[in-house]
């Protein structure tokens, strides 16, 4: 996967900088962002069967200054510890926020972990 020409495409993030200046393979992805982010993060836990009250979004925004729907694992103004589920390098890729709503980036699991410092854990079951 070569990267997709963010820059030429007129998308520039800190995380497609960031991943360009590391010289990682990366492909951007557009999503209809919902209108109600809390909504669409209660919809999806639910759909997992998953706690539904996992974060509070006001909080997200205090702990990181990112809000809930742009926030990315990458680029971070301040490093934040990042573990990732170890089913995650069992793909070829995987999506995650390219720190815009609306905006995702694809990009090998072993990268995200190498560039975040990842610990790997069996977080989500099976």
């Not at 993030?13 to 492909?27: C, G, K, M, R």
């Not at 539904?52 to 990458?74: N, Q």
């Not at 069992?90 to 610990?119: C, H, W």
Request: no cysteine.
């Amino acid at each position: 996967m070569a990267n997709s020409g963010a820059k030429k495409s007129g998308v520039s993030t800190p995380v497609t900088d960031f991943l360009t200046d590391q010289e990682v393979a990366y492909a951007i992805h557009r999503y209809e962002q919902a209108d109600d982010t809390q909504g669409y993060g209660l919809s999806a836990a639910r759909s997992l069967d998953v706690a539904p009250e996992i974060v509070d979004y006001d909080d997200i925004k205090k702990v990181t200054g990112y809000s809930a729907d742009g926030m990315s694992p990458l680029a971070q103004k301040n490093y934040l510890p990042t573990i990732v589920d170890v089913s995650a390098l069992d793909f070829a890729t995987i999506y995650l926020s390219a720190g815009k709503p609306g905006l995702d980036i694809e990009m090998s699991p072993e990268d995200l972990v190498r560039l975040t410092q990842a610990r790997t854990a069996p977080l989500g079951q099976r």
